[in-house]
């Protein structure tokens, strides 16, 4: 169990998604550009090829992401979030707002 401190803590956005590929070598992987409403996009890596084998698909969505991770090097490319998902019988999801949300909006 965490604390109500310890949860408040992880900083989780909106985040738009403006591009999305294929990482090269993987078949899990996706490169993302995404902006938060901050003066540049961030790149994001994230496991979920085998969800959306047409990245395209992504372009144009809105997602929730954790922004406050350190960024971390995923096969020589760094991610500066994580993009949050379900886990449905193996395969990840992303999680969407309902409504359109500008990016950068706090979730609470």
């Given at each position: 169990m965490i604390n109500i401190e310890d949860f408040v803590r992880v900083e989780i956005k909106i985040?738009?998604?403006?591009?999305?590929?294929k990482v090269e070598g993987s078949e899990k992987l996706l490169k993302l550009s995404v902006d938060f409403a901050e003066a540049s996009p961030r790149q994001v890596i994230s496991g979920i090829a085998k969800s959306y084998p047409e990245p395209e698909v992504l372009v144009g969505r809105s997602a929730s992401f954790v922004t406050n991770l350190?960024?971390?090097k995923?096969?020589?490319l760094e991610s500066q979030a994580m993009i949050m998902a379900a886990d449905n019988d193996g395969m990840p999801v992303i999680l969407t707002p309902e409504k359109?949300?500008?990016?950068?909006?706090?979730?609470?």
């Open positions: 985040g738009k998604i403006i591009s999305a590929e350190e960024p971390r995923i096969m020589d359109e949300v500008s990016p950068g909006s706090s979730v609470k």
